[in-house]
């Protein structure tokens, strides 16, 4: 069993940040990319926004591992594939990676990676906020797709 969990998580970490509570992102109150509701789940009662600006690094590991890590199998996909489709699931959800992975899997994994990345870039350009949120999704994008390629040739 192989496993890019870490990788993929410092990764991703990067471009969540920390603490935002911005009035244009339907989330609402987040904290390295997990929402109040998500943090609600995971506690089993409503979180306050005091609790989602305190979360620890490893609650939020352990919720990324848990809820989305582990719901895409990812220690079972190719490296590179892996982090597309953890990277796609945290900024989008499971629901929206689940039936774009199932469309790629018989490809190779240079062509699962670039239409991945085709796929979420047309979906965040039909997005209302995209003139908003745009700018900072193509930087987080091209640096995911470049690693995803990267991890792919190591791994080759």
């Not at 998580?9 to 969540?16: G, K, P, R, S, V």
């Amino acid at each position: 069993m192989k496993t890019n969990f870490l990788a993929c998580l410092a990764f991703t970490l990067q471009y969540e940040g920390g603490y935002v509570n911005n009035p244009h992102d339907p989330g609402g109150p987040t904290n390295m990319g997990v929402t109040i509701v998500t943090l609600s789940h995971e506690l089993g009662r409503a979180a306050t926004i005091g609790e989602v600006r305190n979360m620890s690094r490893d609650m939020a590991a352990n919720i990324y591992r848990k809820k989305y890590w582990n719901m895409i199998g990812g220690d079972a996909l190719p490296a590179g594939v892996d982090l597309m489709e953890f990277d796609i699931c945290v900024n989008s959800g499971i629901g929206r990676v689940a039936p774009w992975a199932r469309d790629v899997r018989a490809m190779s994994v240079q062509d699962q990676i670039m239409a991945l990345h085709a796929r979420r870039m047309g979906f965040w350009k039909g997005l209302r906020i995209w003139s908003t949120f745009g700018l900072g999704w193509t930087r987080r994008e091209t640096a995911c797709l470049a690693l995803a390629i990267k991890m792919a040739g190591a791994s080759a």
